[in-house]
């Protein structure tokens, strides 16, 4: 959010912008994407109130297409920089193929299937991205913010909330938490 919010306003190369931009849209959409298969309703806003804004699903979905296609437009515009692609993008990981596939799954998920299918064509198959984390320098960031630096976790009402035999409970709640 800070960085679709922000990174406009730090002087940097238009081709850095666009993929900082792009990626950061991406990934807001992609973690958006994931929620509303899980949930039936989800905030799309960040915010720090403890009473966030609800949308259902289908408003999340037409705000993830539309992150996304937001974010194909910006480095189709403006292609990312080498800066950026050598200092900033992951390695191994196909900016634009990613923006095609997640566009190609959610446009399906809506039932847009001539978008779905255009976005897919739109990938190169013999292109993959994919996140490696082999070594203690390159930690998985998702293990990272959840179980090492606890960033992130249910609130503690949940547990209490929680349906019988709903298998998240053991998973997320401890002895030492409830």
Do not use: C, H
């Amino acid at each position: 959010e800070d960085l679709i919010n922000y990174a406009p306003k730090v002087p940097l190369a238009a081709g850095t912008l666009s993929g900082i931009v792009a990626l950061a849209k991406l990934t807001k959409a992609i973690a958006i994407g994931e929620l509303i298969q899980a949930y039936e309703r989800v905030p799309i806003t960040v915010t720090t109130s403890l009473t966030p804004s609800f949308v259902d699903r289908a408003t999340a979905l037409n705000y993830v297409l539309g992150l996304l296609n937001q974010a194909q437009s910006e480095i189709s515009a403006t292609p990312p920089s080498a800066d950026f692609n050598s200092n900033i993008l992951g390695i191994g990981f196909n900016l634009q193929n990613t923006i095609g596939a997640m566009l190609a799954r959610y446009s399906l998920i809506n039932g847009d299937y001539d978008n779905a299918l255009l976005a897919a064509n739109s990938v190169n198959l013999t292109s993959t991205s994919s996140m490696f984390y082999t070594s203690t320098t390159a930690r998985n960031p998702i293990y990272l913010i959840t179980i090492l630096q606890v960033y992130y976790r249910p609130v503690r009402s949940w547990r209490l909330n929680a349906e019988s035999g709903d298998g998240r409970l053991a998973y997320w709640v401890t002895a030492g938490t409830q």
